[in-house]
């Protein structure tokens, strides 16, 4: 216990203890194309494994932070709030698309 909380207060000394950096990107580019069509098509993905909204949620987004997490440490690109805005658009985008033309459960799809 005592080596974790000298390990603490070690962080804590540190000037920069995250090493935490923004992206300078703007809002177009093909990165961001990406983003959107993954979330999108994730929610889909999603959806059909667990039947689930909530599942299907965790199931989408997850992916998105967990990039621009990585892409926030030293040698990542940074964090980008304008990729996170996409990744919620595809999300949005593909749970709109998905109880609006596809009202129905896959499984009754088979029956």
Request: aromatic share 24%.
């Amino acid at each position: 216990m005592s080596e974790l909380i000298a390990g603490l207060l070690s962080l804590y000394k540190r000037k920069k203890p995250w090493n935490f950096h923004m992206a300078k990107d703007g809002w177009g580019g093909f990165d961001k194309v990406q983003h959107y069509t993954i979330s999108f098509c994730l929610v889909y993905l999603g959806y059909a494994i667990y039947n689930s909204f909530e599942s299907a949620l965790i199931f989408s987004l997850f992916p998105g932070f967990l990039k621009e997490g990585l892409d926030s440490r030293e040698e990542g690109s940074g964090f980008s709030y304008k990729d996170q805005f996409y990744n919620f658009l595809g999300v949005i985008s593909g749970f709109y698309c998905h109880f609006q033309y596809l009202p129905y459960s896959y499984s009754s799809l088979f029956n």
